[in-house]
Structures are given as C-alpha cells and as structure tokens.
C-alpha cells in the first residue's frame, strides 16, 4: 500500500514537474510563433493563401506567403531551350496580341470560380524566344517558390492563355499580379500564378502540388462534383475537361 502510494506520489510529483514546464514551454512557443506570424502574414505587402472577405466567392491559393511583386521591376525571365532567351517587362507584355475568354478555375479541393481573364496566347511569345525542337514544356517558376510543368501541348492549345487582366482590372496581387497562366481544361494546380520565369525544358518535371499531394500528374479536370463558390457552393456534376455549362 505504501509502495504504491510511493509510486504514486512520485508519478504525481513528476507530472506536476512536467507540467509546469510544459506550460512555460507553451508559453515561450506562443510568443515566438506570434511574432513569426506577425511579420510573416501581418504586413500589408506580404501575400498569401486567404478564403475571406471579398476572396469567399474566388479563393486565394498560394503555396508560401510571398512578399508582394513590385509591377516596375518585374520581368518575366525566360530561359532554356530557346533561340532567344530573354527577360520581357510588363510594358511589353501587356502589347503582346490581346485575347480574352471566361473561364473557370477548378481547384482539386473541390471549388471553382469564373472569370473574365485577359492576356495573350503563348504563340505570340514563341515568335519573340522562338523554341528550339527539342523543346517540349516549360516550367513556370513563381513569386512564392511554387514551380508548375506544362508540356507544350497544352499550353498551345486555343483555350490556354497567359493573362494579366481579370475582370478588366490588372490581376491582383492575390490572384497572380503580374503574370499567371490559365488552363481551363486542367486543375487549378497548372495554372501557376505570379510567374517569375519560364524555363523551356525536355522531358516532363514534377510540380510541386504534385509532388506534394495525391495529384495527377497531367492534371486534366476528370468526371465528378464541383462546388462553385459563385453558385453558392451548391453541388453540380462535371463530366471531365473543361466547364462550359455554368
Ligand atoms: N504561384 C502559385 N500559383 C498557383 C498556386 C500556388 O500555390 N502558387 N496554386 C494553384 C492552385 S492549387 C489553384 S486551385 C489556383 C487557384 O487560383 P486562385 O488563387 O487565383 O483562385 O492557383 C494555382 N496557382
Ligand atoms: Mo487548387
């Protein structure tokens, strides 16, 4: 009896210990993650993933928190296997032959939103960095280190686009200021946002959702639900590929 209540008391004794460093540990945590998040998330010119306010009816998805792109110093960089390698600023990309779709963005997890996008069809980039044959994608390399693979297939298709106009206004910062990629046959995941480079490659190259997630590796939208958030969420059948029916 008294050797259990030993036993007992050394247990309750060493949870007590326990305990109260844990909570002084809890508390030196607490504190050091407020202030990583602070002046991570905090900052007005930092972005990232956001579902609120005005973004309920066309989420933000972002892989990191990302300082925001100043639009004067950006150039998009474009590299690899092409005759002209070279950097192109906004002014010159948005001169680049115009075209306009709307379109929706349907993410894997489930939501989609539509919008008016505007910018132009790769075609026209390819006569100004002319890609070598032996080129058959290109990965995009994005303001939040997130890289997407899209062979060339696709992106010369009609309905793909690179824009830097949604709804008329230039994108913002949230959903891909000041260049992004719209691929509306595919998931949301090829569609990479804030694209910094595109580097023109042979032979496919993992993304990062797809090295992250349980993602295809092609990425085309298939048979199933979507939930779109301009609908009110209500659920609605897709038959695979891209959504033209609502
Ligand atoms: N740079 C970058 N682009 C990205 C992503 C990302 O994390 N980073 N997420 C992708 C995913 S998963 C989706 S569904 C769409 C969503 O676009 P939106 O944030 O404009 O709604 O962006 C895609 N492009
Ligand atoms: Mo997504």
Redesign the pocket.
Known sequence: MRKIGGIQRRVFLIGILMGTLGFFVGMFKTKTCAQASGDFFGREEYVG?TRKGRFKK???????PFKRVDGDKWKLKITGLCENPQEIDLVEIKKLSKKTQVSR?????C?S?KAQWEGFHISHLHEKVRPLPDAEGVV?R???S?N?YLPLNDLTHERALLVHTMNKEPLSD???FPL??IVPFK?????????LEMEYVKGFHLG??SKIGPYSLDGTILPGYDHPLDMGKKRRKIFGGEIFDY
């Not at 066309?58 to 990191?64: A, C, E, I, P, S």
């Not at 963005?105 to 997890?109: G, M, R, S």
């Not at 998931?187 to 694209?195: L, N």
């Open positions: 993933k066309f989420y933000v998805q972002y892989f990191k963005i349907k993410c894997v997890e939501w939103a995009f994005c303001a939040d997130y997407e949230e959903h891909g992004r990629v998931y949301g995941y090829k569609s990479p946002k804030a694209v990062t959702w």
